[in-house]
């Protein structure tokens, strides 16, 4: 008895997930760890297609094994990449962040009140000084003040390039 595919996939959409879970154990002979529904019926739909119009000739599988014998597979990728020339040897770089624009030199002062105590903020090469700590981040200082979470640059007013400091 053949398989209406289209109306096999118009009644697995209408399944929940657990009675697609079942049919997938009937039509495959084994249970799924999957619980994602398109997943599901795009699975069983191939199943039964496949075992309604034929599954892989003898032929195609043998040659499918072949080439995943010949093929170079990687569990995990390589732990360092080779430079372009022809050395052969192994070049790395630091990660670098370009140094936003939107902060003032290193050795500013960053000024502002809150809830009428003054707050002062020293730009430092790598990071800010607040209170005698060092932090990553404007964000981190106003975290500390606030206690909540706030946009560093905004909570230290600071514009949002330096292309929109006005001159006084």
Do not use: C
Not at 24 to 53: C, D, M
Not at 112 to 140: C, H, T
Not at 142 to 154: Q, V
């Amino acid at each position: 008895m053949p398989v209406d595919i289209e109306a096999e996939m118009n009644s697995l959409s209408n399944l929940t997930v657990m009675r697609l879970r079942e049919r997938y154990a009937e039509v495959f002979g084994e249970p799924t760890r999957s619980f994602n529904k398109q997943h599901l019926i795009k699975r069983i739909a191939w199943r039964l297609q496949a075992i309604r119009e034929g599954d892989l000739s003898e032929r195609a599988r043998q040659r499918a094994r072949e080439l995943a014998n010949d093929a170079d597979l990687r569990i995990r990728p390589p732990a360092k990449v080779m430079d372009s020339d022809q050395s052969g040897g192994v070049t790395t770089s630091p990660f670098r962040v370009k140094p936003d624009d939107r902060l003032p030199m290193a050795g500013t002062l960053l000024k502002r009140v809150y809830k009428g105590q003054m707050i002062y903020v020293r730009v430092l090469p790598q990071g800010f000084e607040f209170n005698g700590e060092v932090y990553r981040s404007l964000s981190a200082i106003a975290h500390k003040i606030t206690g909540s979470h706030w946009n560093g640059y905004r909570f230290f007013q600071l514009p949002k390039s330096r292309k929109e400091t006005v001159i006084q």
